[in-house]
């Protein structure tokens, strides 16, 4: 994101570009737009202009109050390369920042994270006494980076393993499709998770 941030003026701006590249045929006003992409409305309002005045973006009509990505923007392809296609996410800053949520013992990404489009959860955190507030809040920093809403499964250690060994479909979708493990503690059998 800083060299991102650096190459395109701000991280704002980054955030805010993502943010319609991802959901695309989706509109949002100002306000959604702060929110999702935790960026401060003055902040968004410059940058909306400026995304307006390139095309990026396109109201619906001269009266609305939404946005949302012009598909004839004349540099789409290479926008998208550039900003959701390249791998610019910083793994270790993700594993750094879930570790921090309780008594992590796994953390296992997929989806969004390793472009698959197909997978039905991006990330999974496996662990003891976590903090689902602390959790939630940097879901939503992370969310607000990749300009894409996550979907992410927390399953306490016990329960994570009667359902490993029950092939519960969730666990089994998780594991028997393209993932990355960021984390996984000794105590836990990785070689009962890989081989099941």
Same mark, same amino acid.
Request: proline share 2%.
């Given at each position: 994101?800083?060299?991102?941030?650096?190459?395109?003026?701000?991280?704002?701006?980054?955030?805010?570009?993502?943010?319609?590249?991802?959901? *695309?045929?989706?509109?949002?006003?100002?306000?959604?737009?702060?929110?999702?992409?935790?960026?401060?409305?003055?902040?968004?309002?410059?940058?909306?202009?400026?995304?307006?005045?390139?095309?990026?973006?396109?109201?619906?009509?001269?009266?609305?109050?939404?946005?949302?990505?012009?598909?004839?923007?004349?540099?789409?392809?290479?926008?998208?390369?550039?900003?959701?296609?390249?791998?610019?996410?910083?793994?270790?800053?993700?594993?750094?920042?879930?570790?921090?949520?309780?008594?992590?013992?796994?953390?296992?990404?997929?989806?969004?994270?390793?472009?698959?489009?197909?997978?039905?959860?991006?990330?999974?955190?496996?662990?003891?006494?976590?903090?689902?507030?602390?959790?939630?809040?940097?879901?939503? *920093?992370?969310?607000?980076?990749?300009?894409?809403?996550?979907?992410?499964?927390?399953?306490?250690?016990?329960?994570?393993?009667?359902?490993?060994?029950?092939?519960?479909?969730?666990?089994?979708?998780?594991?028997?499709?393209?993932?990355?493990?960021?984390?996984?503690? *000794?105590?836990?059998?990785?070689?009962?998770?890989?081989?099941?």
């Amino acid at each position: 994101m800083e060299i991102l941030g650096k190459i395109l003026g701000n991280g704002a701006r980054v955030k805010i570009m993502r943010l319609f590249l991802l959901n *695309k045929g989706k509109s949002f006003i100002s306000k959604d737009i702060v929110r999702r992409s935790r960026v401060n409305p003055l902040v968004v309002r410059k940058e909306l202009k400026l995304l307006a005045s390139i095309n990026f973006i396109k109201k619906r009509s001269p009266t609305s109050l939404d946005w949302s990505f012009n598909p004839s923007f004349k540099y789409a392809v290479e926008m998208e390369d550039l900003l959701v296609r390249s791998n610019t996410l910083n793994k270790g800053n993700i594993l750094n920042d879930f570790k921090k949520v309780g008594q992590v013992k796994l953390i296992i990404i997929s989806g969004v994270f390793i472009r698959n489009k197909d997978s039905r959860v991006d990330l999974l955190i496996v662990g003891d006494k976590m903090n689902r507030g602390k959790i939630e809040k940097e879901i939503r *920093k992370l969310e607000a980076e990749i300009g894409v809403e996550i979907v992410y499964a927390l399953f306490e250690t016990k329960e994570f393993i009667y359902r490993l060994s029950m092939y519960d479909k969730l666990v089994r979708d998780i594991l028997d499709f393209p993932h990355e493990i960021l984390f996984h503690a *000794k105590e836990l059998n990785m070689e009962v998770v890989r081989h099941t």
